[in-house]
């Protein structure tokens, strides 16, 4: 390839050498023949010199644009790497929202002294005990366990001992219960114990539980032993009723309970 | 800044931000510090944000003094990772700073 290339490049030499020498020989006594070799001779010179810059030209375009070919993909490369973090950091503060979501659901749903179901929750699971009830004909149970004399406890032993009193009847309540049952703060000193699928008959064992153990589970707070008891109120729900309903034949119990002097069950 | 940004076009929002750092940036600027309280951001906010934090980088390469300083509140150690993400590319003094 090469070769053939020199050989036509001598041969163009030797070509042109042989013009210029015949245009310099009838310089003197020129004929329209030279004339008009002389014009050729001219104008191929000027082609060549407008090839040449054509080329040139045309490599400057190309390596232009190879130029700009790869600042197009050094930025494209930038903007995918700034998508892909933007992208990695949206996800995080997704995350952290669906957390924080779930935190306060939590927090709206549950007393933060006792990590017990608060009334709220409670009253939500009552609505749909009530549904499940009438729907499948299977009764549930509902206990109100309230602490006897828990202004004293307080009185005597300050505020932060009543706040162990209570987490600790409420770490015993839950021991005795089932995994489906639900224990919750109610309130105060109250707490609620709702039995699905139970009767008064079935519920009585772990209401009889709580009731006696928490006295025997005497109270350690802070060094000094607490002794406590509680009142208890049941009723069976009954077919047709509210849950507002049981849970005022409860409290009434309840109420009953404390009038007769305190530390029983009374069921209905 | 402070506070939580979730428009809907973050670029309304932020255009005279960024606008704004550019000038300074480019005209009179010998230092820029900038204090941040972010909680929630949006994609589009944080987009926003890199682009803050892209001038601010160009400014320090060219010597100009700046700082970020991003606080967040002790009990939220997530903002504190976050905040580490945007300071990943970062080569200029950025504090991350809890608070109680």
């Known amino acids: ?268 | 800044m402070q506070g939580d940004s979730y428009p809907e076009n973050a670029f309304e929002l932020f255009g005279e931000i960024i606008q704004w750092v550019e000038d300074y940036l480019a005209h009179s600027a010998d230092s820029l510090r900038v204090e941040l309280q972010l909680l929630y951001l949006n994609t589009s906010s944080i987009k926003a944000m890199m682009d803050i934090f892209d001038l601010l980088e160009d400014a320090h390469v060219k010597g100009c003094a700046v700082s970020v300083k991003w606080h967040y509140d002790k009990r939220n150690e997530r903002l504190a990772e976050l905040a580490e993400e945007f300071k990943e590319d970062c080569t200029f003094p950025f504090l991350i700073a809890s608070h109680e």
């Not at chain 1, 990590?115 to 009530?130: C, D, F, Q």
């Not at chain 1, 153990?213 to 008891?229: E, F, K, Q, W, Y």
């Open chain 1, 1 to 268: 390839m090469n070769k053939t290339h020199g050989v036509i490049k001598r041969q163009h030499l030797a070509l042109e050498e042989r013009i210029q020498a015949l245009l310099a020989e009838f310089a003197d006594s020129p004929s329209d023949l030279s004339e008009a070799l002389a014009q050729l001779w001219q104008h191929y010179g000027e082609q060549l010199a407008r090839l040449e810059r054509i080329t040139r030209l045309s490599d400057a375009y190309q390596s232009l644009a190879r130029e700009q070919d790869n600042g197009l993909v050094v930025r494209f490369e930038k903007q995918l790497r700034q998508l892909q973090k933007v992208a990695r950091i949206s996800d995080r503060y997704q995350k952290m929202m669906v957390e924080l979501n779930l935190a306060l659901k939590e927090a709206s749903t549950h007393d933060p002294l006792t990590g017990l179901p608060n009334r709220r929750l409670l009253m939500e699971r009552l609505k749909g005990e009530v549904e499940r009830a009438s729907r499948d004909r299977k009764p549930f149970v509902l206990a109100i366990v309230d602490v006897d004399h828990f202004k004293q406890v307080n009185d005597t032993y300050g505020h932060e001992a009543g706040d162990a009193v209570l987490q600790k009847v409420a770490h015993f309540m839950k021991s005795q219960m089932r995994e489906y049952d639900v224990c919750g703060r109610w309130g105060g000193e109250e707490f609620l114990a709702l039995l699905p699928e139970s009767t008064l008959d079935s519920a009585l064992g772990v209401i009889g539980r709580i009731w006696q153990g928490i006295p025997d589970h005497s109270m350690d707070v802070g060094g000094r032993a607490v002794s406590i008891t509680v009142s208890v109120g049941v009723a069976e729900h009954r077919a047709g009723e509210q849950w507002e309903d049981t849970l005022q034949r409860a409290d009434a119990l309840l109420l009953k309970a404390k009038r007769e002097g305190r530390n029983r069950a009374l069921s209905q």
